[in-house]
């Protein structure tokens, strides 16, 4: 079974950039997608943007000018930066596998999240 | 841009209770890109239906789902204590390509 596991700093500055690693084991991130989707404490959850393995992106238009997600399939992890932050950006950020087909797709399985606050 | 809004917000039961919960879609969208997650408390969500109506692997037949179109509902046959947890609906959209969750509804005990 596939496990991820997020990593990063918990407390980012206001207008600087928030950078999270998510790291895959228990199989292969080759062949498959992999997406960033988060939660402010106590709210709901925003999808952030996926990758495919090969590096294709694609992200949620409310974010996509201050997003970047990268893979790197040599240490089995992908990455997110999210640029000139606020504290509108305070959330738990989940990593997650996303599967993809002509017919059907889900986001399963979930890291099991990290805590990042932007304050100064 | 779809919305998708859920009812009731929050749902309060007993135990061994049937749960219907509902998900609407502010235009009519494609059933096979309609999912639903179930967050417990401090837990990261779980993937329980795709396709509208498929349950995901290792998720009880407790749980099933239906609709089409515009009107979805997740139904819990008999609520377990480890059922009471809130749950998303998600929906794939193109174009753009967007993935957007409904706000939720809680499931607590009465």
């Known amino acids: 079974q596939v496990q991820l596991q997020e990593s990063g700093p918990g407390l980012v500055k206001p207008s600087e950039t928030l950078s999270l690693t998510c790291s895959v084991s228990g199989g292969s991130i080759s062949g498959y997608f992999w997406s960033w989707i988060r939660q402010p404490p106590g709210k709901g959850l925003e999808w952030i943007g996926y990758i495919y393995y090969s590096g294709t992106t694609n992200y949620n238009p409310t974010l996509k000018s201050r997003v970047t997600i990268s893979v790197d399939t040599s240490k089995n992890q992908f990455s997110l930066k999210l640029s000139s932050v606020t504290a509108a950006d305070t959330a738990i950020y989940y990593c997650?596998?996303?599967?993809?087909?002509?017919?059907?797709?889900?986001?399963?399985?979930w890291g099991q999240g990290t805590l990042v606050t932007v304050s100064s | 841009e779809i919305v998708l809004t859920q009812s009731p917000g929050t749902l309060s039961l007993s135990p061994g209770e049937r749960a219907t919960l509902s998900c609407r879609a502010s235009?009519?969208?494609?059933?096979?890109?309609l999912a639903w997650y179930q967050q417990k408390p401090g837990q990261s969500p779980r993937l329980l239906i795709y396709?509208?109506?498929s349950r995901a692997t290792g998720i009880p037949d407790r749980f099933s789902a239906s609709g089409s179109r515009t009107d979805f509902n997740l139904t819990i046959s008999r609520l377990e204590p480890e059922d009471f947890a809130v749950y998303y609906c998600?929906?794939?959209?193109?174009?753009?390509?967007?993935?957007?969750f409904g706000p939720g509804t809680k499931v607590d005990i009465k």
């Open positions: 998600q929906l794939y959209d193109n174009p753009p390509p967007v993935f957007t």
């Open positions: 235009q009519s969208v494609s059933k096979s890109y």
């Open positions: 396709g509208a109506s």
């Open positions: 997650v596998k996303f599967y993809s087909s002509s017919w059907f797709n889900w986001f399963d399985p």
